[in-house]
């Protein structure tokens, strides 16, 4: 059974205690990272690949021993699961696995732009 969620529907949101953070949410399907930026912008990383901002945040995620994973084709498991971390408050600031496949993982503003292709300083472009 396919996963409960629509690709389409995923995309970057607000942190809810820091304003400069973003929730980022991440799917891994073997060596391949779907990273989703909504509006139908995603890229696709390899683990070699991978932006540091985000690597070093997986790393940290999956060497967390707290995890409480939702089953990908379980019914409960959507958007609002994923982006909610029910795991460790201490990694709040740096994300954390919601399923077998799907990540969440904090960035800042800056590093979210970066990756999006947004001119980081927009008046050395002018």
Request: aromatic share 10%; glycine share 4%; net charge negative.
């Amino acid at each position: 059974m396919p996963s409960q969620i629509n690709l389409d529907d995923l995309c970057p949101l607000v942190h809810p205690y820091n304003w400069s953070l973003y929730r980022v949410p991440l799917r891994r399907v073997d060596d391949d990272h779907y990273v989703y930026f909504g509006n139908g912008l995603s890229r696709i990383y390899t683990a070699e690949s991978l932006p540091d901002c985000i690597k070093h945040k997986l790393t940290m995620i999956l060497a967390s021993s707290d995890v409480r994973l939702y089953k990908d084709d379980d019914r409960s498991f959507g958007v609002h699961a994923l982006m909610a971390n029910c795991g460790s408050p201490e990694m709040h600031d740096i994300g954390w696995r919601a399923s077998d496949t799907f990540f969440v993982v904090v960035i800042t503003r800056e590093d979210l732009d970066s990756l999006v292709g947004e001119v980081l300083d927009k008046e050395e472009q002018e």
